[in-house]
């Protein structure tokens, strides 16, 4: 499902220094800021006359980098790429409940995932109780996974009218129980993505927060933006930071705008547990590795078409080395590489770092691959994929799934 089509900006890629099949990088990890210590998880549980709950409910991600959920974009491929450049955490892309229930084959293929992904968790879309718990029973009982995420950030008129998506954040009694029914039957924590609400001035989350910990949420992530804004404006870190606290003890992970160490750091300030990243790890997945070793990394774009490379393998291995495969490898590809080619190298920047909300405005690269990659033209990353997985075939074409508003 296409939660991005209507969110999604376009960037990303690039490469480096893990070169094809070399291993992760030993990069130190970030100091973690824990929200809360055990010691005062313990004291809130006791003076809530709670019991402590069991080991699987619990997930310990706290400082931990997260690759955010993303459709179409975010395929297994693209995730080895990320897992070798330092993301801790992964998750498959939106898999719409209705569609896993049914047994289409292609909304199971979404919940793959790759051994290198050592914390891995799926995302579900839904709008009822009674599928949703039906749902996460059949996860339970047939997929490896270390947690189970609720959509509840997804703005798209498809998936909000029907009730689900961002939707839920206003339906408080569905919602409620279908946290508690899908609690109910997972062996493993369940998390929630929500947004800040879904009109521009009316803010929710910070009411939602203490009863999501109540019903059973083990972590939240919150995306710092309305429904209604969408790319338009930036993510709400102030907004964030408050929330922090109405989550307390249960961790709560802030999510937007994250493109360089500094924002990391500045995101880490606000107290959430931890950060998950989306477009960032778009233009440049090396950004996990740039967040642990602070430090900004002025990639050639050489290793950057050696990232492409890599993924192009990976690709024809996930999704075959036939035709098909080659031509779904390439699909993906492109749609990356309409992500990938707003990422303005370090060493042509003026002022650093690149921010996510500006615009680029034309330039030339230090080589023809570099002036190559930053194309804003279909035909131009069809070039790049013609590189790596040979020509096209004659009738082809290629429109973008995925159309941000921040950058008409
Ligand atoms: C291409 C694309 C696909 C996305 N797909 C999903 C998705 O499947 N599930 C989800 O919860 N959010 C999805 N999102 C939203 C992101 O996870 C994230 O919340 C949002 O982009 C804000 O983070 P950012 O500023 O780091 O990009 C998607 C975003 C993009 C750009």
Redesign the pocket.
């Known amino acids: ?5 209507a ?3 376009a ?1 990303s890629g690039g490469g480096g220094t893990p070169g094809a099949g070399q291993p992760e990088r030993g990069v130190a990890p970030i100091k973690p800021q824990y929200l809360t210590t055990k010691e005062q998880f313990h004291e809130f549980l006791e003076a809530k006359g709670q019991e402590e709950p069991s080991q699987e409910t619990k997930l310990d991600i706290s400082g931990k980098l997260y690759l ?7 395929n297994l491929p693209f995730r080895r790429i990320c897992k070798r450049f330092g993301a801790d955490v992964t ?1 498959g ?2 898999a719409v409940c209705t569609n896993l229930l049914q047994g289409q084959t292609s909304e199971w293929a979404l919940l793959k995932r790759h051994p290198c992904e050592d914390i891995f968790g799926v ?1 579900l ?1 839904g709008a009822f109780p009674d599928t949703m718990t039906k749902c996460a029973e059949l996860l339970n009982r047939t997929i490896e996974v270390d947690f189970v ?1 609720i ?1 509840v ?2 703005p798209i008129d498809l998936v909000y009218k029907k009730g689900g998506g961002c939707a839920l954040m206003n339906r408080s009694a569905k919602f409620q129980q279908i946290v508690r029914g899908m609690n109910q039957v997972l062996d493993v924590p369940l998390t929630v ?1 929500i947004r800040t609400g879904v009109q521009e001035r009316v803010n929710l989350a910070h009411r939602l927060l203490p009863e999501l910990r109540d019903w059973g949420a083990a972590l939240v ?1 919150l ?1 710092g ?1 309305s429904r209604e804004q969408r ?1 338009t404006k930036l ?1 709400d870190w102030r907004y964030i930071e408050q929330c922090v606290m109405a989550a307390s003890p249960m961790p709560l992970f802030g ?5 360089s160490y500094e924002d990391a750091n500045q995101a880490m300030k606000t107290g959430v547990a931890g950060i ?7 233009l440049k997945p090396w950004l996990f590795t740039e967040i642990k070793e602070q430090r900004h990394w002025d990639i050639s774009s050489s290793e950057r078409m050696d990232i492409l490379r890599d993924f192009t393998h990976y690709g024809l291995e996930h999704w075959g080395s036939d035709t098909q495969g080659v031509e779904k490898t390439r699909r993906f590809l492109l ?1 990356w590489l309409s ?1 990938l080619c707003r990422y303005v190298p370090v060493g042509l920047l003026e002022r650093l770092p690149q921010r ?1 909300n500006e615009r680029p405005p034309y330039y030339m690269g230090r080589d023809y691959l570099e002036t190559l990659m930053a194309s804003q033209k279909a035909a131009d990353w069809i070039r790049i994929s013609e590189m790596l997985l040979g020509p096209v075939p004659p009738t082809f074409v290629f429109l973008p ?2 159309k ?1 508003n921040a950058y008409k």
Do not use: S, V
């Open positions: 499902m296409a939660e991005g089509a969110e999604a900006p960037e955010a959920p993303l459709t179409t974009c975010g998750c892309e939106m995302q879309e995420d959509n950030g997804c993505k992530t995306h933006r790319y993510a999510n937007g705008d994250i493109l998950m990243i989306a477009r960032g790890a778009l749609e992500f996510i799934k995925h941000a």
